[in-house]
């Protein structure tokens, strides 16, 4: 050999083939979900290190260059929970919920409009001019009403909470069409009905992020809705980790809804929510395994739990 001459390993042709077998199983996906709309809600448990939330940023924008609509919707739990410990301000979660007074509102709206959607933002445009940080407060994204939640047949007020309402879609539509990527913080004006014609209270609510993206999943008619979390999908014996479903009916969703626990409550009922909807799909994805977003989409095995509608499970 020559100085110029590079010898090539023994083993490089074979794993260019499994390289090129990963490539050739996503075309079919990416065929199907070019020109969709997809989902996709990014939880705060999910954010873990910086390495995750680089390759969450790059399979967004993955998604967006083979032709995808990609909508993110953020979280942000574990990062409100410690600038509340900071600033020394108590919070208590209600059926996975957080009650919310105005003193945690205003924690709330600025970590995760200012640093959580800010943070996702500069990650994906990274990759060039994409992301576009929206609240639900703005170009009237979100309309919200207060929410409760039932416990043990009690209805327990969660203070300054809402459930979306009504969405406005073409303040993400303008975006997509631009070919940017809607970043979404959840906080919502408070409407004092949901007639088109309610007025807004002048309050901001604070929107449970999973609630919030089946609401924009739904609106918008998305393919689906994704939802990246700190498991690995759905547990039919929590915490019995060999219980993990991979696929459920909205019917069989809805009689475990009364045995879920904490943050999975509002999870799952988003799922049913959007898929009643005519969402065809939602997901539950373990955030913590790099690039899992982009495995439920583009592999035909997918990963995680998914729901579907009954004439689909049957
Ligand atoms: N049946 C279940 N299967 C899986 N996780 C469950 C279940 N019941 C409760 N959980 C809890 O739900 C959590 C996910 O919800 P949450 O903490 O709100 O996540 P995120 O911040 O991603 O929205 C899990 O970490 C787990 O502790
Ligand atoms: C009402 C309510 O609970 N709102 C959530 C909003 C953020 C969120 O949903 O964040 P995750 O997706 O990371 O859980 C909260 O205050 O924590």
């Given amino acids: 050999m020559t100085s110029s001459m590079k010898p090539r390993d023994a083993g490089s042709l074979s794993s260019a083939g499994a390289k090129a077998s990963v490539l050739v199983e996503a075309l079919p996906w990416i065929q199907k979900f070019a020109g969709e709309t997809i989902v996709i809600k990014y939880g705060g448990n999910a954010m873990i290190n910086d390495e995750l939330r680089r390759a969450f940023a790059e399979d967004v924008v993955f998604l967006r260059h083979v032709g995808v609509n990609p909508v993110v919707v953020h979280g ?35 970590v995760l409009t200012g640093q959580v959607g800010r943070e996702l933002i500069g990650l994906i445009n990274s990759h060039g001019p994409y992301a576009v940080g929206l609240s639900g407060e703005d170009a009237a994204l979100l309309r919200a009403t207060r929410s409760t939640v039932e416990i043990d047949g009690e209805t327990v007020d969660l203070g300054l909470v809402g459930e979306v309402s009504g969405v406005n879609p073409d303040a993400i539509t303008d975006l997509l069409d631009a070919g940017r990527i809607p970043v979404i913080s959840t906080i919502a004006p408070e409407f004092d009905s949901t007639a088109e014609n309610a007025a807004p209270t002048g309050e901001v609510l604070n929107v449970n992020a999973d609630l919030a993206a089946a609401a924009v999943a739904s609106a918008l008619g998305a393919a689906k809705l994704v939802m990246l979390t700190d498991v690995e999908g759905l547990y039919a014996n929590w915490p019995d980790k060999s219980s993990l479903i991979s696929s459920l009916s909205t019917t069989d969703l809805r009689a475990m809804l009364p045995s879920l626990e904490s943050g999975m409550i509002p999870k799952m009922t ?20 790099p690039h899992s977003m982009l495995l439920e989409i583009v592999t035909t095995e997918g990963v995680g739990t998914q729901i579907v509608p009954d004439e689909e499970a049957a």
Avoid: C, W, Y
């Fill in 76 to 110: 942000g739990g574990p990062q409100i929970n410690a600038m509340l410990q900071t600033l020394g301000i108590e919070s208590e979660f209600r059926a996975g919920q957080r009650v919310t007074t105005p003193e945690a509102m205003e924690v709330v709206r600025m």
């Fill in 270 to 289: 988003a799922a049913l929510k959007a898929v009643e909807a005519g969402v065809p799909r939602a997901h539950v994805v373990d955030g913590r395994a």
